[in-house]
């Protein structure tokens, strides 16, 4: 009879531990996220696929238009393909460097708008710090 008390005391006891053990992992983990900032990050990561969409947007429906006047094709730059033969099945093997093209150019705008605004933030900041 006093091995069941003494195990059931022991099960109380690591039963305790877990749970308290638990406990401090979740403060631990909440102080983490106060911390270090990962709420922010999660908003930067939103407000920039934000950013991309538009960007992606401005792109494909005003800059390359104008470009597929120029090169002759209705898709714009996307329509740019090179046909290099046949399979042996008679299917055509085409290398569409116009999607590639197109995707160079979102990138480099996206680029340009993010380092406009890291610019941006960064003489906001400079302009506080000199009051």
Same mark, same amino acid.
């Given at each position: #009879?006093? $091995?069941?008390? @003494? +195990?059931? @005391?022991?099960? @109380?006891? *690591?039963? /305790?531990?877990?749970? *308290? !053990?638990?406990?401090?992992? &979740? $403060?631990? /983990? ?12 999660? +908003?930067? &990561?939103?407000?920039?696929? *934000?950013?991309? +969409? #538009? ?8 800059? #390359?238009?104008? &470009?597929?006047?120029? +090169?002759? *094709? !209705? ?5 740019? !393909?090179?046909? #290099?033969?046949?399979? !042996? ?7 569409? %460097?116009?999607?590639? &093209? ?12 993010? %380092? ?16």
């Amino acid at each position: #009879m006093s $091995k069941a008390k @003494k +195990v059931s @005391k022991k099960a @109380k006891t *690591s039963s /305790f531990n877990i749970v *308290s !053990a638990g406990e401090s992992q &979740l $403060k631990s /983990f909440f102080d983490f996220i106060r911390t270090q900032g990962v709420v922010g990050l999660a +908003v930067g &990561l939103v407000l920039g696929g *934000s950013v991309s +969409v #538009m960007v992606k947007s401005l792109v494909d429906n005003v800059v #390359m238009p104008p &470009l597929g006047l120029i +090169v002759g *094709s !209705a898709e714009g730059i996307k329509g740019l !393909a090179w046909t #290099m033969g046949q399979t !042996a099945g008679g299917q055509p093997i085409t290398l569409r %460097y116009g999607i590639f &093209l197109n995707d160079l150019i979102n990138f480099v705008v996206i680029a340009l708008v993010v %380092y406009v605004i890291v610019s941006f933030l960064k003489i906001e900041k400079f302009d506080k710090k000199k009051d």
